[in-house]
């Protein structure tokens, strides 16, 4: 098993900056992959970014390119997304997920662990 802690969500002004953390741990090894999604009340789990945990691939939303960044520190065994320029529309629960599996994905249900999540509210 996997385990997922997220932290460093909170409140933060439109065109402000925030920094998620994940730190994973138990049978890390078995992780290839790792994501961040995002969630509404009344709507589907979003995808955001993902990043390989050996190449350091990444891939993100349309939605959020050019603001955020996705990164890794494999010796900490941790994933970061840096958010920068919020906006109102990126208010949402904020969840860190792994994947056993080989390639990148942006579906949720392909992803094996998942962290509580942590709320990220832009004011406008």
């Known amino acids: 098993q996997v385990q997922l802690e997220e932290s460093g969500g909170g409140l933060v002004q439109a065109g402000g900056s925030l920094r998620l953390s994940c730190a994973a741990s138990g049978r890390t090894l078995s992780i290839n992959n790792m994501g961040w999604f995002r969630q509404t009340p009344g709507k589907e789990r979003e995808f955001v970014a993902g990043?390989?945990?050996?190449?350091?691939?990444?891939n993100y939303a349309d939605s959020v390119k050019g603001r955020f960044t996705i990164s890794r520190d494999n010796a900490k065994n941790t994933v970061y997304l840096q958010m920068n320029i919020l906006k109102p529309e990126d208010t949402a629960v904020y969840y860190c997920?792994?994947?056993?599996?080989?390639?990148?994905?942006?579906?949720?249900?392909?992803?094996?662990?998942w962290g509580q999540g942590t709320q990220v509210t832009v004011s406008s």
């Open positions: 997920a792994a994947r056993r599996g080989t390639f990148l994905s942006i579906r949720p249900e392909e992803y094996d662990y």
């Open positions: 990043i390989s945990w050996r190449s350091g691939s990444t």
